[in-house]
């Protein structure tokens, strides 16, 4: 959904590529540790189609 949320990696030691799988820990002040895994899309695939980037 266009403008819906989001989390922006930045500094990555490689690049992303588009279709693989990746798992992270996400650690929030209230809910603490949250263990998640992610699947790069390219730029324009998937339900964000038409988001403009624009942070």
């Known amino acids: 959904e266009p403008g819906g949320y989001h989390?922006?990696?930045m500094q990555l030691k490689k690049?992303?590529?588009a279709g693989q799988r990746y798992k992270a820990v996400l650690v929030f002040?209230?809910?603490g540790s949250v263990?998640?895994?992610f699947e790069v899309r390219?730029?324009?695939d998937?339900?964000?189609r038409g988001h403009g980037h624009n942070h």
């Open 35 to 37: 263990e998640v895994e």
């Open 46 to 48: 998937g339900p964000a």
């Open 29 to 31: 002040e209230r809910a």
């Open 7 to 9: 989390l922006m990696l």
């Open 42 to 44: 390219a730029m324009g």
């Open 15 to 17: 690049p992303l590529a």
